[in-house]
């Protein structure tokens, strides 16, 4: 059975709880989790919900499961210390 994206994106960050996603500590490690992840295996709802959890924003518009994915990379890149 295929993990929910959080979940997935928390086990493969190393992170111990999905709250640790939020943490700037963990930015680089869901940077790296996002290579072995294929943005059409989870839906666009999964995606965006990702996108505004992780990075603690409003609830976002994208067309595709790619482009949420694509943004939350460039946006985890701009904001890395």
């Known amino acids: 059975m ?4 959080l979940q997935q994106l928390t086990n493969l ?4 709880y999905i709250s ?3 943490s700037n500590l963990y930015r680089a490690n869901i ?3 996002l290579d072995n992840l294929n943005p059409e295996d989870y839906s ?3 995606w965006s919900d990702a996108v505004s959890y992780i ?3 409003k609830e976002q518009a994208f067309e595709t ?3 949420a994915y694509q943004y939350l990379r460039r946006e985890l890149h701009t904001h890395q210390d």
């Open 20 to 22: 640790d996603l939020h």
């Open 44 to 46: 666009l709802k999964e």
């Open 65 to 67: 499961p790619a482009s």
């Open 2 to 5: 295929k993990k929910y994206l």
């Open 31 to 33: 940077c790296a989790a």
């Open 13 to 16: 960050a190393g992170a111990a």
């Open 55 to 57: 990075l603690k924003s």
